[in-house]
């Protein structure tokens, strides 16, 4: 090799770097929750099709949809995973570089629990006592009127009824859509108990979110990061703490842990099913309409996705800790993908 | 002298050499108690570093072993005397899950109730269906014969029998399956064998289908790119900088910077790949491409900064020699400084790739933490790399994926310890003392 070869070699390698060829491989983004059940999906589809075994990256529902939404083409994510519904901001994004069509698909539950180790005592909670337990501020008299910084040490300070330990509560950051709808569904639940809190609402709904959603900073509520694997090891070290996740892991782990009550409903898959354990929330992927058709398989894989035995009630999903849809709005989702039926804005309004 | 000295000290004669052999007592003390210092300092970090290889070992170690269960299967009848006609879809037509659940059930006879037989039918791992699918494929003359066939345990029936899960009846083994399991054991239908798919396999959502090879064909495709970027670039800029370029304030800024880059955070090379080499260049997504490149930026400044030290200490005896017998500064450096520094410049940049192989967080920004099944093919196929294998199995509900946690960080760690033997090697090779 000489050294003129040198800049040659460069050059071959510049123009190499920047020929982007059509990509025949699915790409999808999301919600780290999604995460499981989608790569599931992808690893069944590619080895029962001919396709390529499409590639998921978790990026969280957010951040999936700020990839999702960056473009049409072959360089960008045909399907984002979400834990929660597309917000108005990201189809306003979407549409702003030119992804009018989305197709919207719900696919099944996630029921979130609080957990601690088999070891450690039972416990029944009601939303009230989740949101007095962990709330920044809470109120003093039944009523909801009176606020102070919460002064709650031990699960007996809430209710005597409740068990005389510290309370220690491990769960997952901000940044986590799991966090998102713990604090939606339980903290808020228990917050609207106090009928002037309800009230409001009404009044000043900024205030009523940052007093509903507010997580106490004072060290009871201790964030342990986004591996729920951790959480699950913590408590099996501390029979004392509770720990926050989705019900997947109690479900892997339920020789270890066990999920606590809410408002007398055990969260086991028959209840999260049928909608009695409340603290659980939707499950959704979005499709770019335009790539139908564009990358190879595309359609096939939201089919296996939504085929029977995988989100079913005896699928391979389900092994997964998925809790199924019901029939009929499974049917609603493979109808959906017949028709390439679109996310209209007025919808999505009425839905969040 | 000694009396001005005694007016000082008051002290006599005889006591004078007592101070002294004191004092020197003292000294010798301290010369033991900082060395015992240094020796117990080594220990804590050989311990640590013991505990965490010990940990990982104990951890780890079961998962190169998987076990399997040993099945009769009658196969049906050859419908396609053609040899030619056997294609995979011919094949995959006939229903090869349902022949592995009839041999299993064949072993049970007492099972009646399709609940039981579904908990039955969870020993097997899907995976397995697709086993003997590969096997009749590639023999087709085994259809109508009754083989002999080792079907993969499910994770839950893996993990059970290595003792990491206990049977109950909200987990994942129910009491019911734990005797089913026991049976099946004493029977000698479950044994366990060397877990070769953990080397051959992609990645994959079931544990006992997982495996490394993608994400370490993924980090060696990654490494070559690096490489063959960072070793030039690093060697002709350290070349240029210590033999040829006049000391002034810029190269002074050029060095100062050099420096400071080897410092810059890992992840923020992750997102100039996003900007630029996503963005800009438009290269694909998880790619080992950008993976690469990614990873060559940051080894640079490490390869740029051992390959000047390396230089630095070929002693100028050599140069003035050479340039004596009227050499070119070219000829000079390349046929002269060079080779004597090529050792020194090795050993930097091996240490430099051993930090950039055990890199994610700049790969998180240009996609290739993902779940990639397809073994890569090329640098411009999606991939992952080792750690970030690890990352993901990390996070994953599955129990069986803990000790595929750690078996893949000792993969890593032998990859690494044999890249800084190798370097520690180089350099006592070819090593030369002046």
């Given at each position: 090799m000489t050294y003129k070869t040198i800049p040659i070699l460069f050059a071959v390698f510049c123009v190499m770097i920047t020929a982007a060829s059509a990509r025949d491989q699915i790409r999808v983004v999301g919600s780290s929750t999604v995460f499981p059940f989608s790569t599931a999906v992808a690893e069944n589809f590619g080895r029962i099709t001919k396709f390529k075994t499409p590639v998921i990256e978790s990026t969280g529902t957010g951040g999936g949809a700020k990839l999702f939404c960056s473009g049409l083409g072959t360089r960008h994510p045909d399907i984002t995973n979400a834990s929660r519904r597309i917000k108005r901001s990201e189809i306003n994004r979407c549409a702003k570089n030119g992804i009018s069509k989305i197709i919207e698909i719900q696919f099944g539950f996630d029921g979130i629990v609080i957990a601690n180790t088999k070891s450690g005592g039972k416990i029944d909670l009601d939303m009230r006592h989740v949101f007095l337990a962990l709330a920044k501020k809470v109120p003093i008299d039944a009523e909801g009127k009176k606020l102070v910084s919460n002064p709650h040490k031990r699960w007996s300070d809430i209710d005597p009824s409740l068990p005389n330990i510290k309370i220690e509560v491990l769960g997952p950051p901000p940044t986590s859509g799991t966090r998102d709808a713990f604090v939606e569904l339980a903290m808020e639940g228990g917050c609207k108990t106090f009928k002037t809190i309800k009230a409001m609402k009404k009044r000043n709904k900024k205030k009523y979110k940052a007093l509903c959603h507010g997580i106490r900073e004072d060290g009871v509520f201790i964030d342990a990061g986004e591996n729920d694997n951790l959480i699950v090891q913590k408590l099996n070290a501390n029979p004392n703490a509770f720990g926050i996740f989705g019900f997947s892991f109690l479900d892997q782990n339920s020789d270890s842990v066990k999920g606590a009550s809410i408002n007398g409903i055990a969260p086991t898959f028959e209840n999260i099913t049928s909608g009695k354990y409340k603290i659980s929330r939707s499950l959704y992927f979005y499709i770019k309409k335009a790539h139908i058709g564009v990358i190879p398989g595309l359609r096939d894989f939201v089919k296996e996705f939504t085929s029977e035995k995988s989100?079913?009630?005896?699928?391979y999903l389900v092994d997964k800790g998925l809790i199924p849809l019901s029939k009929e709005k499974r049917e609603k989702a493979r109808s959906t993908i017949e028709t390439l039926k679109e996310l209209s804005m007025q919808e999505q309004t009425q839905g969040s | 002298m000694t009396n001005t000295l005694l007016k000082g000290f008051p002290i006599k004669e005889g006591e004078r050499t007592e101070t002294i052999s004191k004092r020197r007592e003292r000294r010798y003390a301290a010369e033991k108690r900082f060395k015992i210092l240094g020796i117990l300092s080594i220990l804590v970090a050989i311990s640590t570093l013991f505990l965490l290889i010990g940990n990982m070992i104990n951890k780890g170690f079961s998962a190169f072993k998987q076990t399997y269960l040993e099945l009769s299967i009658s196969l049906p009848e050859n419908k396609f005397p053609n040899e030619k006609q056997i294609s995979p879809n011919v094949i995959s037509e006939l229903n090869f899950k349902s022949f592995l659940k009839r041999a299993l059930l064949k072993k049970f006879p007492e099972i009646k109730s399709r609940r039981d037989k579904r908990l039955l039918y969870k020993l097997i791992s899907s995976g397995a269906t697709f086993d003997l699918q590969d096997a009749v494929f590639e023999n087709?003359?085994?259809?109508g014969k009754t083989i002999t066939t080792l079907a993969i345990a499910s994770d839950d029936v893996d993990q059970y029998i290595k003792g990491n899960i206990t049977a109950n009846n909200q987990g994942r083994i129910t009491i019911k399956q734990s005797k089913w399991i026991d049976k099946l054991v004493d029977d000698g239908v479950i044994n366990q064998k060397f877990n070769l798919k953990f080397f051959t396999n992609g990645d994959s959502r079931e544990p006992e289908l997982a495996g490394i090879l993608g994400a370490t064909i993924g980090s060696l495709l990654t490494m070559l790119v690096a490489l063959a970027l960072a070793f030039p670039l690093g060697v002709a800029a350290a070349i240029y900088l210590e033999?040829?370029?006049?000391?002034n304030r810029w190269t002074d800024l050029v060095e100062v910077n050099i420096s400071n880059l080897a410092a810059v955070p890992s992840i923020v090379f992750g997102l100039l790949g996003l900007a630029v080499?996503?963005?800009?260049?438009?290269m694909h997504r998880s790619a080992p491409l950008v993976g690469g490149v990614v990873l060559a930026l940051m080894t640079l400044p490490t390869v740029i900064i051992a390959s000047r030290a390396a230089l630095g200490s070929v002693p100028p005896s050599i140069r003035e020699a050479a340039t004596g017998i009227g050499a070119s500064p070219m000829q000079v450096v390349l046929h002269h400084v060079l080779p004597l520094a090529i050792p020194g410049i090795l050993t930097g940049t091996i240490i430099g790739a051993a930090r950039a192989l055990g890199e994610t967080a700049p790969l998180l920004m240009i996609g290739m933490v993902a779940f990639i099944v397809d073994i890569p093919q090329g640098i411009n196929d999606s991939a992952t790399a080792l750690p970030v294998q690890i990352f993901l199995w990390a996070d994953?509900?599955?129990?069986?994926f803990v000790e595929k946690t750690a078996a893949a960080t000792l993969v890593l760690l032998t990859v690494l310890i044999i890249m800084n033997l190798g370097a520690v090697l180089l350099r006592k090779k070819f090593e030369r003392r002046w």
């Open positions: 989100f079913g009630d005896e699928g | 087709p003359k085994l259809l033999e040829f370029a006049p000391k080499f996503l963005g800009f260049f438009g994953s509900p599955e129990r069986a």
